[in-house]
């Protein structure tokens, strides 16, 4: 089992920037991807982007197509969430997630963190 723990969440205004970051433990990523989602209140949880570990191959999801970029660090086992140019409906927990991916870019999650808090405001 992968164990994630997010950090980098906060307050910050319209049009400002975060960077998320997520180190995992556990287990050696190589044959892992890694993800961001994200759930705001009242609603379900929506995917944001993923990173295939090995290769860094990337999707995003439709918010953050232009404006988010995931990354590794493999050194430091992290990965890592630019959000730019946020705008109030970006407002949400965010989780990071670890996964398996034997058929791209099909997906199964099999580990969660407990998610940090954005809110933007306007």
């Known amino acids: 089992q992968v164990q994630l723990v997010e950090s980098g969440g906060g307050l910050v205004q319209a049009g400002g920037s975060l960077r ?3 180190p995992a433990s556990g287990r050696t990523l190589s044959n892992y991807v890694m993800a961001w989602f994200r759930q ?12 295939m570990w090995s290769t860094g191959t990337t999707r995003y999801g439709d918010p953050a197509k232009g404006r988010f970029t ?12 630019q959000m730019n140019s ?9 989780y990071c997630a ?20 954005v809110t933007v405001s306007s």
Do not use: M
């Open 20 to 22: 998320l970051s997520c």
């Open 86 to 94: 946020l705008k109030s409906e970006d407002t949400a927990v965010y």
């Open 40 to 51: 705001a209140p009242g609603k379900e949880r929506e995917f944001v982007a993923v990173i």
């Open 98 to 117: 670890a996964g398996r991916s034997p058929n791209w870019p099909s997906i199964i999650y099999t580990s969660w963190g407990q998610g940090t808090q």
């Open 70 to 81: 995931i990354s590794r660090d493999i050194a430091k086992n992290t990965v890592h969430l």
